[in-house]
């Protein structure tokens, strides 16, 4: 007779993987990455010497950053660092940028998801006395018509223009409730791509970043994604543009397609931040069933520097 003996083997733990990247800031060696997919964490990723401009995140073996008050940790859109050092999140479920110590901006429903749009980008300026200047940016854009059609009021199949607003941050405190009323916004004066809804090609703004503009004033440089509101979409560009304060766009675009790796073309790029203030950008893209998430890190001409 023959005696089987079963030992029990326990799985190995996977390794944290990084599946939607939505948001990117650097962090001295680091890049610190939102996943929308995830929940209650971040990622961070280690930047190694040589490493780039292409970077494969899930091959730098990122590690996955848990929030203390990780039940506000939810769809996250984007990612910053205060001036006084604190790592803030954009939940575009909550309406709320969060940080370990809890809620620090909690927005107007006025800027809820619609259509799946919503608030999608968070740009962090430090101000001389440790507060700091923040830009929350609704995306804008095709709403989704399978779902904005069964609204009442109806809602077209026009697209929105991105919607920006800006407030302050106070030093080690919070902004608390920010209404609409009381902050500055500012409406994106986007390109319109020729053609006419819903088959045309029409711009939203999944994230940016503040930058110093030609006359020396301040202003973002916005990423852009277009797509037309058929039944199968298709997303054709990938733009970024400088706009000033009143939403007025500043220059020409730099094509986004142009400057990455062939295989990332049509990848949904989704983050962009600073890389090396003033002369490098760092965009990030989701990752699909052929292609893993990565940053790209793109040089920006010389009329774009600061």
């Known amino acids: 007779m023959l005696l089987f003996l079963l030992i029990s083997v326990p799985l190995l733990a996977q390794p944290p993987a990084i599946k939607e990247a939505s948001g990117i800031v650097r962090s001295g060696n680091s890049l610190l990455i939102v996943d929308d997919s995830d929940v209650g964490a971040y990622y961070r990723v280690p930047l190694k010497k040589g490493l780039g401009p292409l970077i494969d995140l ?16 939810i769809d ?15 939940s575009e479920r909550l309406r709320s940028l ?3 110590t809890g809620i620090l901006a909690e927005y107007d429903s006025d800027l809820a998801e619609v259509g799946k749009r919503g608030l999608e980008g968070v740009a962090v300026r430090s101000k001389a006395d440790g507060s700091s200047i923040v830009a929350v940016l609704w995306e804008g854009g095709y709403g989704d018509f399978s ?134 950008l760092v965009v990030c893209h989701e990752g699909d069933s052929g292609l893993q998430p990565h940053a790209f890190i793109l040089d920006l001409p010389p ?4």
Do not use: C
């Not at 007025?248 to 400057?259: F, H, Q």
């Open 58 to 73: 899930n091959s730098q073996k990122p590690e996955r950053v848990k929030l203390k008050a990780h039940n506000l940790g």
């Open 76 to 90: 996250l859109e984007s990612i910053g660092i205060l001036a006084d050092t604190r790592i803030v999140l954009l």
């Open 98 to 100: 969060v940080s370990d």
């Open 147 to 280: 779902v904005t059609q069964y609204m009442r009021p109806p809602v077209g199949r026009g697209p929105w223009l991105p919607i920006l607003l800006i407030h302050d941050v106070p030093r080690h405190g919070a902004a608390g409730r920010v209404r609409l009323r009381d902050v500055k916004t500012v409406e994106l004066q986007v390109p319109m791509p020729m053609g006419k809804e819903p088959e045309a090609q029409r711009f939203r703004a999944p994230d940016l970043t503040w930058t110093k503009l030609p006359g020396g004033e301040w202003g973002f440089i916005v990423l852009l994604s277009s797509q037309n509101a058929s039944a199968k979409p298709i997303f054709q560009h990938h733009w970024i543009l400088r706009f000033d304060l009143n939403g007025k766009s500043v220059g020409e675009p730099l094509d986004l397609a142009a400057a990455v790796p062939p295989k990332t073309r049509d990848a949904n790029w989704e983050g962009v931040n600073w890389f090396e203030p003033g002369k490098s």
């Open 303 to 306: 009329a774009w520097r600061f």
